[in-house]
């Protein structure tokens, strides 16, 4: 690792040290703006999957549990894979369904909708289906298929991890 960092202020380069490594003791002030920023980023993931929850009928103990789990193994600059107990993605998946749909049939008509009002439809068209609806069926169908594609080819990319290091 190199003991410089280039980064872009204005159009201009500047070398900046990279003052942090593994292993590096914290002070006060570092530690404070390390968990200003892990508490920002946990807020900005958290957000949108509590919205969803609440509307969902979710109980607050049982959002804190599911952001415990979360955040106790919350590694910065990681990229997160749904683990067992983690938050559902199907409602997520359903609603992107939702709105390829609805994005369409406005196509069809003419219509000139802006994103918040096809979502609004969206979330509309899924809560008239229901918990069990064609959409959310196939959303999770989808979530698991991607699961278990995911769990098939570990070992080929630990292979390729491997041959890349």
């Given at each position: 690792m190199s003991d410089h960092e280039q980064i872009t202020i204005q159009e201009t380069p500047?070398?900046?040290?990279?003052?942090?490594?593994?292993?590096?003791?914290?002070?006060d002030r570092e530690a404070m703006a390390l968990n200003q920023a892990l508490h920002e980023n946990l807020r900005n993931i958290w957000a949108p999957k509590v919205k969803k929850g609440l509307e969902n009928g979710e109980t607050p103990e049982t959002l804190?549990?599911?952001f415990d789990e979360y955040a106790q193994s919350y590694e910065f600059g990681r990229r997160r894979t749904r683990r067992?107990?983690?938050?559902?993605p199907v409602p997520a998946i359903a609603l992107t369904m939702a709105k390829d749909i609805?994005?369409?049939a406005v196509k069809e008509?003419?219509?000139?909708?802006?994103?918040?009002?096809?979502?609004?439809?969206?979330q509309q068209l899924l809560d008239r289906q229901g918990p069990d609806g064609p959409l959310v069926q196939a959303a999770r169908q989808r979530a698991e298929a991607e699961?278990?594609?995911?769990?098939s080819v570990m070992a080929e990319v630990g292979a390729v991890l491997d041959a890349a290091a």
């Amino acid at each position: 690792m190199s003991d410089h960092e280039q980064i872009t202020i204005q159009e201009t380069p500047f070398r900046v040290p990279m003052r942090y490594q593994a292993g590096h003791q914290l002070n006060d002030r570092e530690a404070m703006a390390l968990n200003q920023a892990l508490h920002e980023n946990l807020r900005n993931i958290w957000a949108p999957k509590v919205k969803k929850g609440l509307e969902n009928g979710e109980t607050p103990e049982t959002l804190q549990a599911q952001f415990d789990e979360y955040a106790q193994s919350y590694e910065f600059g990681r990229r997160r894979t749904r683990r067992s107990g983690g938050p559902d993605p199907v409602p997520a998946i359903a609603l992107t369904m939702a709105k390829d749909i609805v994005r369409r049939a406005v196509k069809e008509k003419g219509l000139d909708w802006p994103t918040a009002k096809v979502s609004e439809a969206a979330q509309q068209l899924l809560d008239r289906q229901g918990p069990d609806g064609p959409l959310v069926q196939a959303a999770r169908q989808r979530a698991e298929a991607e699961r278990a594609a995911g769990e098939s080819v570990m070992a080929e990319v630990g292979a390729v991890l491997d041959a890349a290091a």
